[in-house]
């Protein structure tokens, strides 16, 4: 058996995992992301997901280490600078990784997309498996997605082919970090989700954190502010998908990520608002279907394709790209 390991960066988490040839995930860990922090207290955390790792007895067996990270990207600098995590501009992430002291010699890390992680995991052995056009997107803090074309995970030049939640929905939407105005993350991602049903007057019941999946679940008990929140964010998700769909011919779309598990309450929606904007013959009728792989593809992703770019054996119905 050949061990990889893997780590997924998000505005929320930051997980980590070794993973064996077929997908499993062998130990898993994982720490809160102190997304407003300083870069150091950032990378500490990042620290001490791989310190708690590296204690297992299979870390001795590392074939290569995969990182999925919120974007944008740049996975030929190994830089990375996610939009929802502004203490890291151009932050190095590969180098500080490959200089924690447990690397096995001469390893060299691998950086990845969130998103694209997510695409390789679904592609592989999830609910885009056997698909040769394919968008899977993360709904989460962010949104981010991905693209499987011709049968072949397409990253780009810079590793950020498919990141439509930057995708501008509303020429005279708010401005996003990101710096253009209406894009599709300031309507659907689960922050936008939580503060456009605040925006319009509901509150989280006593105790409860006003998440997204709290609104979600006002949402299923009918609250007409909590689903209009949901509907806003479906409308947004759908102008995009239609768009992608119009440009590249695809066969379905994948959605995951936090946000994804409201099930119904975030997929109804969406479908019948994708046929106001999927109106071409081709992109008609386009499946769009929650991830089977749920918080872990991210992991499973970054070790598949950290396995393909490695000179070690890869994983099995190895990522081709």
């Not at 599709?184 to 689960?190: Q, R």
């Not at 598990?261 to 071409?280: E, M």
Request: charge should be neutral.
């Amino acid at each position: 058996m050949t061990v990889y390991g893997a780590l997924d960066i998000g505005g929320t988490k930051i997980a980590g995992a070794l993973v064996d040839d077929a997908g499993t995930l062998l130990v898993r860990t994982q720490r809160p992301t102190p997304a407003q922090k300083s870069a150091d207290e950032l990378m500490a955390a990042v620290t001490s997901v791989l310190d708690e790792l590296a204690v297992h007895p299979m870390w001795e067996e590392l074939a290569c280490l995969g990182i999925a990270s919120a974007g944008p990207v740049d996975t030929a600098a190994g830089t990375v600078s996610p939009v929802n995590i502004p203490a890291w501009r151009h932050f190095p992430l590969t180098g500080r990784v490959a200089a924690h002291p447990r690397l096995p010699a001469g390893l060299r890390p691998v950086l990845v997309g969130d998103a694209v992680a997510m695409t390789a995991a679904e592609h592989w052995l999830g609910a885009a498996r056997g698909f040769e056009n394919a968008l899977c997107m993360v709904v989460s803090t962010g949104v981010g997605g991905g693209l499987v074309l011709d049968g072949r995970l397409h990253t780009g030049r810079t590793g950020n082919a498919g990141h439509i939640g930057h995708i501008t929905v509303d020429l005279a939407g708010a401005m996003c970090p990101c710096g253009a105005p209406g894009c599709v993350e300031g309507f659907a991602s689960g922050t936008a989700i939580a503060a456009h049903a605040q925006a319009a007057g509901w509150r989280a019941p006593a105790g409860v954190a006003p998440t997204a999946a709290a609104v979600a679940e006002a949402a299923r008990a009918g609250d007409p502010r909590a689903l209009g929140a949901y509907e806003r964010a479906a409308q947004a998700l759908a102008a995009a998908i239609a768009a992608t769909a119009a440009l590249v011919e695809l066969d379905l779309v994948v959605i995951g990520g936090g946000v994804a598990q409201a099930g119904d309450t975030l997929f109804v929606p969406l479908r019948r608002r994708l046929a106001d904007y999927a109106v071409l013959d081709f992109t008609r009728g386009l499946p769009v279907v929650p991830a089977l792989l749920a918080l872990d593809a991210g992991l499973i992703g970054a070790a598949a394709v950290a396995s393909a770019r490695a000179t070690t054996p890869p994983l099995r119905a190895a990522v081709r790209s």
